[in-house]
């Protein structure tokens, strides 16, 4: 049994080895048929951020908004991606997501603050007549 279980584990290890390795190939090929994907970043070194990019344009603008948010004291610039291109996108998708969570964290507040401003309209109304 024992025999079998080593089997199947250097079995195993041997075809993620061979997957890494294919992987690894198409990269390159995908590199040298198709120049480097255009993947890129902005870096916010005073947050310590590198935030993953749709596209170069998009990099430049967001950089561009948030040295002006900033007042220029985050020093925002766009660099290529250190990543290859699944992890880039990876990356992408949760900047994305963790932009809408925050979208959706200030609107619930202003709903909030709206329901309080309803409320004190109608506490003055009822006060008023």
Known sequence: MDAIKNA????TIALYQ????????????EQYLFGK?????V???VAGQLLAMRSREAAE???????VVSG?????????SPWPMDVHYSNAI?????WLDAAERSLTAQQIQIGRM????RTARAKAS
């Open 8 to 11: 199947l584990t250097h079995n």
């Open 18 to 29: 061979v997957c890494d390795d294919l992987k690894r190939r198409a990269e390159t090929l």
């Open 37 to 41: 994907p255009d993947l890129w970043c």
């Open 43 to 45: 870096s916010m070194p």
């Open 61 to 67: 603008k967001y950089a561009a908004e948030i040295n």
């Open 72 to 80: 220029g004291m985050e020093n925002a610039t766009v660099v290529e």
């Open 94 to 98: 949760a900047v994305v997501e963790g």
């Open 118 to 121: 309803r409320r004190h309209l």
